[in-house]
């Protein structure tokens, strides 16, 4: 088991920064594959990033390769999302997400473990 808790979104001019925080719960952390989704109003929930167990595999979506990078740092249990560049289009609110995979899996229904997720706004 694993507790998720999100942090650090907020409202955000065009072209500005924000990094994202997801601090995980329990022991097992580095056990974990770990992701970052998103979901705009009356979208699907979509894949953003997703980084490997030990943090040395990392997956973007094409929408923001380039411009957001997914770090984690084991002794602190914490996910980040940095993201620059930011465009209206980021608008959403941010999950992180976790689970026992071997690779990295960029499906949402593949994840079991969802923290409560943090608005970010991105203004023109």
């Known amino acids: 088991q694993v507790q998720l808790v999100e942090s650090g979104g907020g409202l955000v001019q065009a072209g500005g920064s924000l990094r994202l925080s997801c601090a995980a719960s329990g022991r097992t952390f580095s056990r974990y594959v770990m992701a970052w989704f998103r979901q705009a109003p009356g979208k699907e929930r979509e894949f953003v990033a997703a980084?490997?167990?030990?943090?040395?595999?990392?997956y973007y979506s094409d929408s923001v390769k380039g411009r957001f990078t997914i770090s984690r740092d084991s002794a602190k249990n914490t996910l980040y999302l940095q993201m620059i560049s930011l465009k209206p289009e980021d608008t959403a609110v941010y999950y992180c997400?976790?689970?026992?995979?071997?690779?990295?899996?960029?499906?949402?229904?593949?994840?079991?473990?969802w923290g409560q997720g943090t608005q970010v706004t991105v203004s023109s």
């Open positions: 980084i490997g167990r030990s943090g040395d595999g990392t």
């Open positions: 997400a976790a689970d026992n995979h071997v690779v990295l899996v960029t499906t949402r229904h593949a994840y079991g473990y």
